[in-house]
Structures are given as structure tokens and as C-alpha cells.
């Protein structure tokens, strides 16, 4: 029944001109704003052609999970860029991460993958792929 439709995801921030500049400038993905007032939105395109709606939330409560994933080529490089454009990873309990906030992780699943989050505390990742 929808296996044809455009599906679209979206999640909430606290403030809606930071994660413009965030999304913006900080990872450098293409967003677009929209409407006017309480009724403003960003909108990121994304390298696939998905798209992803953001909208601002006055009692925003961050998603504890990852809410995006940005597969990489190199992971090395990607946290690099990342910690020079000023974004700390995130280190979680349970997972084994090496001196950069890498987690090798293999058996099926990406080869590995970093965390961090948006200025709203959104979890975000970047993931290398098998």
C-alpha cells in the first residue's frame, strides 16, 4: 500500500536558527527554511534525495537513539572534520571505543560508528560501512 509513497522522517529542537546553522554550516548539508512564525521548519536534503523535516518544539525533549545516520567512506576522516568543525562525540557504556570515540563494530552490522548530537541534543552518527 505505501511501498510507492515519499516517505519523510522528522524530529523536533529547541531552537530553530541554531540547528539551521548546525545542519547548515556546521555539516554542511543542504537546508532549506519554511513558513513563517510557530509555523517555521527546516528541511534537509540529504545526498539520497530524502528528506528530513525539523521543526522547532517550545518543550523539546532530545531522542535518546540516533535519529540520523550519515554513512561515511572513512570514518577516520569524518570524525576529524567533525572535531575540527568544533563537535565533541558522544561515548556511550557498554561499547568499546577507541582514542577518537570510534566503535568498531562488525558481525553484520556498519564496520563502525561514531556518536554525537545536534546543539538540541538530538543523537546523531556517522557510520562506515562493511
Do not use: C
Amino acid at each position: 500500500m505505501l511501498g510507492h509513497s515519499q516517505a519523510f522522517s522528522g524530529f523536533s529542537v529547541d531552537d530553530l536558527d541554531v540547528a539551521r546553522r548546525f545542519y547548515g554550516e556546521t555539516l554542511g548539508l543542504d537546508v532549506e527554511e519554511s513558513g513563517q512564525g510557530d509555523m517555521r521548519m527546516l528541511t534537509l536534503k540529504l545526498g539520497s534525495g530524502a528528506l528530513v523535516f525539523v521543526y522547532p518544539k517550545e518543550n523539546h525533549t532530545p531522542a535518546t537513539f540516533t535519529i540520523l545516520n550519515f554513512p561515511v567512506d572513512d570514518i577516520e576522516t569524518a570524525v576529524g572534520e567533525l572535531e575540527r568543525r568544533g563537535v565533541a562525540l558522544e561515548r556511550y557504556s557498554g561499547f568499546d571505543h577507541d582514542e577518537k570515540g570510534i566503535v568498531r563494530v562488525g558481525n553484520g552490522g556498519p564496520a563502525a560508528i561514531a556518536w554525537f548530537t545536534d546543539p538540541a541534543g538530538n543523537v546523531l552518527s556517522v557510520l562506515q560501512e562493511n
